[in-house]
């Protein structure tokens, strides 16, 4: 079975500046996607950004970016400028591209932003 | 375009009563998924729909929780009876179709409290 392990249950960067939150995966398929979900406390999950395993390149969405690792199962984020707005739970998840299609996830990990 | 809607937002209940969470998903979208989400944990997939056939509930203790979705668009998700332990956020979440690359959109939740 897949499983999704998130390291760090808190984190807390200052404003403006750059965070990395962490993820590794145990799979056995060679096709997957990973995604990096937030949550703020109105508690609707919001994705942050995709990766496709197939795609050497990593993903970016403007301040969002991460680092996939594949040989060594890690998918990381790198939050860039942070900004208040930021602040919230972020989980990790993986999801197969053959068979069922329901989303895994990691324990998730609280983001605190200081001004 | 409207996101999921789901209601209550919150349902506080006895131990062994009965309690029902509806969902709406988007338009169009013929996958819809219920998640559990234990307070400090990810989001545990209980039951996924197309249209209205079942994709998998292999994670959904059925001798006291059920789930329909009789149209193909609403769903209800049923607790009876509730136990503690079902105390949870209970997330719908829609896409527009089986594959893997498309996106999930989830709802607000339903936060249970079990007493």
């Known amino acids: 079975a897949q499983t999704v392990t998130q390291s760090q249950p808190e984190m807390s960067v200052q404003e403006a500046e750059t965070v990395t939150l962490s993820c590794t995966y145990d799979?056995?398929?060679?096709?997957?996607?990973l995604f990096w979900y937030k949550q703020p406390p109105s508690r609707q999950m919001i994705l942050v950004i995709r990766?496709?395993?197939?795609?050497?390149q990593n993903a970016t969405e403007n301040r969002f970016s991460v680092n996939f690792q594949k040989a060594a199962k890690s998918f990381s984020l790198k939050i860039s400028d942070s900004q208040l707005g930021d602040a919230a739970m972020y989980f990790c998840?993986?999801?197969?591209?053959?068979?069922?299609?329901?989303?895994?996830f990691g324990q998730g990990t609280r983001l605190t932003i200081n001004p | 375009e409207a996101g999921v809607a789901q209601s209550p937002r919150y349902k506080i209940i006895e131990k062994r009563q009965s309690v029902a969470f509806w969902c709406n998903p988007i338009?169009?979208?013929?996958?819809l998924y219920w998640y559990q989400q234990i307070l400090g944990q990810g989001p545990k997939l209980l039951i996924q729909?197309?249209?209205?056939?079942?994709?998998?509930d292999s994670q959904l203790p059925k001798d006291r929780f059920s789930a329909e979705r009789l149209k193909g668009v609403d769903s209800t998700l049923k607790i009876q009876p509730a136990k503690l332990e079902d105390s949870a956020v209970y997330l719908c979440?829609?896409?527009?179709?089986?594959?893997?690359?498309?996106?999930?959109?989830f709802g607000p939740g339903t936060r249970l409290t079990v007493l």
């Open positions: 799979t056995s398929e060679s096709d997957y996607y």
């Open positions: 338009s169009g979208h013929a996958t």
């Open positions: 979440a829609s896409s527009p179709g089986l594959a893997a690359y498309n996106e999930q959109f």
């Open positions: 998840a993986y999801r197969k591209i053959q068979g069922a299609q329901k989303l895994v």
């Open positions: 990766q496709e395993a197939y795609k050497q």
């Open positions: 729909f197309q249209n209205n056939g079942v994709v998998d």
